[in-house]
């Protein structure tokens, strides 16, 4: 049986597991919803979502450096006790995220975060760009798209900004067949308690800093072997 889209969804609805663990149990399944989520529940994945909802108050604030010192990040991670934030499990998470934030530079940390704004920009900009993909068709003698088509695809790379943008829907750095949420979801089913990321922020050397001319030569000149 195809597993689409929508019954990932209904899965995930049901028992809040992640994404990816919600696709996998349910390829296991044959598309078997309730056994899909008999094997999340033996696994801890379902369990999980329930823990979701509770207070995380304790936890810690740490820091990366990367790079010699050119990129740093600071990232606050919740936990619900003082206990729990001092395991080797939670550090180790805490590290992973903040070792993501340096490698995939998250502007926000999820999606409600983003501004109106920004997300109608993207859509007019993504939408130009539909268009003028769709004129190049008709200039090679290709059927034009249609209207639907074209929003479609502009929808398409709404979440696409999305997941290359918000940190909890990023493709963890070190699995690429999990997102930060499902790498969270799979640690609070481990841990046993509820697990958030609060916020973060990521400093780059020199970002922002208009170069001096001569400067920006020379690293063209060496760029260039000169």
């Known amino acids: 049986m195809a597993i689409t889209a929508a019954l990932v969804k209904e899965l995930r609805e049901i028992t809040g597991a992640g994404m990816m663990d919600c696709k996998k149990v349910l390829t296991e399944a044959n ?5 899909a ?3 999340l529940r033996e696994k801890g994945l379902a369990a999980a979502a329930k823990k979701a909802g509770r207070i995380a108050a304790e936890g810690v604030v740490a820091s990366y450096i990367h790079g010699g010192g050119r ?9 619900e006790t003082d206990f729990v934030a001092k395991t080797e499990d939670f ?17 926000y940390l999820k999606r409600e975060e983003v501004p109106a704004e920004v997300i109608e ?28 088509v074209l929003e479609k695809m502009v929808n398409g790379r709404v979440e696409k900004f999305y997941k290359e943008n ?6 963890f ?20 308690e509820n697990i958030n990321v609060r916020r973060f922020v990521r400093y780059a050397l020199g970002e922002g800093i208009e170069k001096r ?3 920006f030569e020379a690293e063209v000149r060496a760029a260039a072997g000169q």
């Open 213 to 215: 001319q001569d400067d």
């Open 121 to 148: 920009h993207e859509k007019a900009v993504l939408l130009e760009q539909a268009k003028a993909e769709a004129e190049e068709d008709v200039k090679a003698g290709r059927k034009p798209k249609p209207e639907a």
């Open 37 to 39: 989520i008999d094997l």
């Open 173 to 192: 750095i070190k699995d690429g067949d999990k997102t930060i949420t499902d790498v969270i979801t799979e640690k609070i089913a481990k841990i046993g």
């Open 71 to 79: 990129i740093g990040v600071l990232v606050e991670v919740n936990c």
């Open 166 to 171: 918000c940190l909890m829907e990023q493709v």
């Open 31 to 35: 598309g078997d919803i309730q056994k």
């Open 91 to 107: 550090q180790d998470l805490v590290k992973d995220i903040a070792m993501q934030i340096a490698a995939a530079n998250p502007t």
